[in-house]
């Protein structure tokens, strides 16, 4: 028999016999099945409310009577985003963000309603999901398994046996590799088991992110298998082989993440929302009130349109100049909401290009990286939702003024508020708004979620690399 395969069935075959072990198996098979479980409820869950709460607020929408178009402006209208099939895996940045946002003229709303269990203190270690057991709780059982694979050799005096044998030393450590190894299979079927149940039809090429998916968290799990056979083979006793592990662990897993966010957040700082707020009010008003036909902001439209049209006043215009400067005050307006809109997103992206920067001292920042992105998690989906909301937003709100351009003349609309007739007739027919289209959100495609997450993805083969050359040290170094 191959010595590698040797060595891995006589290390299962002591796994068997072992109570440590088979707690170990137990633990490990009990939480990523109990984590699949909870994460497919929660998500189910989630997705059902969002999916009924779209259908009420589309529902409400369409059903208003009839209305000036521009009380259909301010009146809104809500749009919720829905959830990735993936997200039964990893939730990201899911609960930390808001999933709905409010739609009305003249101003860009935050997403809100992001999950208030999500802001205890002990959620913030992570979410229950097959991810963050997989990320941080099966590497700490393997550890508790494996920690003494090689040590025990030595302790055991039964080193020199195996060396005697004509056994390797590489051999020998990648023999123990493959044993562990293969306990981190078993936690990875869940994950499996639950991608393809969630993928379904798999109408946006899911199925082939959780193939990446997959190879991921295979890589992963396989640099710290790696990482803790090498350690055995390099220190003398199990006690410190486990002392060492552990610091690793705290360090890779508790410690670096929260201080890579810490960082980001002082190396790239963000201004509040009261100053954006009042920098955003400033620049708005030195644009003008779109309300308002009088706006000083408003007399070189007035002029240019006058020419254009060769007419001498407003009232002569072959439409109704109010919806107009409604029309083109949107237009304004979205230009600079989208400009402190995009600003936001760039300083949120420098801030994770910080954070991700961490992964070079810690694989788990990687593997979150990679993992959020081929979920459809990452922060890249959530500006993703809130630039299509706003397209969304634009053109409704657009549609309206439009219809007040075109659907009433300006004197009515002057006097809509002072003569009932006129006010009847700048009241349109319902069914304009029943005509809107119900705000769907395509996904980001299967090749922008692999090309999110390749950086991340290069990151962990440089990382396996690290750990295979410890280990191949640690061969060279091994002694009875």
Known sequence: ?????????????????????????????????????????????????????????????????????????????????????LAVIDSGINSMVGTSIFLEGHRQNTATFASARETGLLSRFGNFSPAFALQSLVPLLLIICGFASVTREKENKTLYQLIGQGIGNTSLLLGKSLALWSLAL??????????????????????????????????????????????????????????VLLGVWIVSVVLMPRVAGAYANAAAPSPTQIETNLRLAETMRSGGDSHDIEDSAFMDLRERTLAEYNVE???????????????????????????????????????????????????????????????????????????????YRYDMVQSFNRLQMTGMTLADDLARNTDAESGRRTRLDAAAWREMPVFELQPLSHAQRWQAASQAGFIMVLWLLVAFGLLLFAGRRLQA
């Open 1 to 85: 028999m191959n010595p590698i395969l040797l060595i891995a069935n006589d290390e299962l075959r002591f796994w068997r016999r072992s109570k440590l072990a088979w707690t170990v198996l137990t633990t490990l098979v009990v939480v990523s099945v109990c984590a699949a479980f909870v994460s497919n409820t929660e998500v189910s869950r989630r997705a059902q409310e969002r999916l009924a709460q779209q259908a009420e607020a589309d529902a409400i929408f369409q059903a208003q009577p009839d209305r000036h178009p521009h009380r259909m402006v301010h009146y809104g209208h809500y749009v919720y985003r829905t959830a990735s099939p």
């Open 186 to 243: 078993l936690a990875l079927i869940p994950l499996i088991a639950l991608g393809l149940s969630a993928t379904g039809a798999d109408i946006f090429d899911f199925r082939q992110s959780l193939g990446g998916l997959t190879f991921g968290y295979l890589l992963y799990l396989s640099i710290w298998v790696l990482l803790i056979v090498g350690v055995s083979a390099l220190v003398r006793t199990s006690t410190q082989s486990l002392s």
């Open 313 to 391: 006043s407003i009232e002569e215009l072959p439409f109704n100049y109010r919806g107009f400067v409604a029309l083109r005050g949107e237009e304004a307006d979205t230009e600079v909401l989208n400009q402190f809109a995009e600003e936001r997103m760039v300083r949120e992206l420098e801030q994770k290009r910080v954070a991700d920067s961490f992964s070079a001292l810690s694989p788990i920042i990687a593997m979150r990286a990679f993992s959020m992105a081929l979920t459809g998690t990452a922060l890249q989906d959530h500006h993703h939702f809130l630039r299509a909301a706003e397209d």
